[in-house]
Structures are given as C-alpha cells and as structure tokens.
C-alpha cells in the first residue's frame, strides 16, 4: 500500500539556520499539507497546498516558513531562521481531494539548540 | 476560532471492556470527522471516519457516532486489546475553499490493561 514518505527522519539545528523537510506525496494525490505536533501535545495544522499554491495557512506558519513543490513530486517545508520553539514533530499530509481522508508521512523530529 | 474538544484525556480499562472517546466541535460547517491512532513516535493513523450526512459508522470493533444538532462525536472501541493502548485523537474539517484542514482534539491516552 503507498504510503507518505519524510526526510529526514530527524533534524537537529542550530538557532537561526536554515532546515528543509522533505515530502513525498503518495502519487495520485493532490492535497498536501503540513501539521506539527509539540511533544505530548496535539496536532496542529500549519499549511495547506494544492495547483501549486498555498490555499490557507494558520497562524503558526509567519514569514519564516514556507513551502513548495518543486519538482512536481518532493513537497517540502522551509524554516528560515528556526527558534528554540519550533522543535516539534512536523508531519506531512497528503490526500486525494477536499472530501477525503489525509494520510500522515512518519513525521520529521526537528531539534532546535 | 475552530476548536475540538476530546475527553478523557486519559482512560484505563481492562482487556475485553468497552471504551469510549468523546469530541465537540464549533464550527457548525465541518462536515468531515476523522479519527486517528498514534502509537509513541509513530504517525497518526486514520483508523474510522464519519462524514456529517451519516449518523453511524461501524468497522469491526469500532464505532464512531456523530450528533450534529449537538455538534459532539464519540469513538466506541469494543473488546478492547492490549494492542489498542496508543493516543487517540479526534478531528474536523470542512469543506470550505480549496483546503480540508483538520483541527485535531487534544488527544485521549487509552491504556488497556491485560
């Protein structure tokens, strides 16, 4: 069965650098998105992509974040400048359309020193 | 804003008994109620999923319910198993614009005890 696939698996980083997370949809999917999850906490949703364009984004998701699908099979997440408080578990999200389920990749740990 | 609630957050039960996990919603627009299994450090897992023109959905040991007027859902897991001891988590969506984000309840921590 397809499943979401991550890279990586986990990120450690210095305060300010620059991360990429990387995602590979499952293949005949459309929708893509990104949640991350705090330790011990819920998942929250950041970002929402789809025809090449984010189509909402919450509150979390400033101008340090952004997101694309360059080459029309990797999604990825970029964090500018990370923060102590952006370690989470990030997870990619994929599905085929607004009436169905999203299926979750194995997540990212990101690691903020 | 959106927001689910879920309780419990946690709930113990012994091996063969029932349990039940409760979620509200705000938005009266979702129309989408997913429910997910994560297991320590692993994904989430869609393990039954309801959708707002449907009252009851039932696969194998589980069950979800959905009362709109009263905007609450509930996961009924019967004969439980050790193997169902993860964190549960409810959700809502909806279909409005091009995105069906979900908004995730705070979790519920089921142990099963053998």
């Known amino acids: 069965e397809p499943e979401v696939t991550q890279t990586p698996s986990h990120q450690v980083t210095q305060m300010g650098q620059e991360v990429i997370l990387r995602c590979v949809p499952i293949?005949?999917?459309?929708?893509f998105y990104w949640y991350r999850q705090i330790l011990g906490q819920k998942v929250e949703f950041l970002v929402s992509?789809?025809?090449?364009?984010?189509?909402?984004k919450s509150e979390i998701f400033d101008d340090q974040f952004s997101v694309e699908r360059p080459d029309g099979s990797n999604f990825t997440l970029k964090i500018r400048s990370t923060k102590l408080e952006d370690s989470a578990m990030y997870f990619c999200?994929?599905?085929?359309?607004?009436?169905?389920?999203?299926?979750f990749g194995p997540g990212t740990r990101l690691t903020v020193l | 804003g959106e927001n689910v609630e879920q309780h419990p957050s946690t709930l113990s039960v012994q091996e063969g008994d029932s349990a039940v996990i409760k979620c509200t919603y705000s938005?009266?627009?979702?129309?989408?109620f997913p429910w997910y299994k994560q297991e320590l450090g692993k994904r989430p897992q869609l393990i039954i999923d309801?959708?707002?023109?449907?009252g009851e959905k039932k696969d194998q040991r589980i069950a979800v319910t959905l009362n709109k007027t009263a905007k609450h859902f509930s996961l009924h897991i019967t004969e439980t198993q050790p193997e169902d001891s993860a964190v549960y988590f409810c959700?809502?969506?909806?279909?409005?614009?091009?995105?069906?984000?979900?908004?995730f309840g705070t979790g519920t921590l089921l142990a099963v005890q053998p």
């Open positions: 938005d009266s627009a979702s129309n989408y």
């Open positions: 959700a809502a969506s909806n279909n409005r614009g091009a995105t069906n984000k979900l908004i």
């Open positions: 309801i959708r707002s023109n449907v």
């Open positions: 992509f789809y025809n090449n364009e984010i189509s909402e």
């Open positions: 999200a994929t599905g085929q359309g607004t009436y169905n389920e999203q299926f």
């Open positions: 293949s005949n999917h459309l929708y």
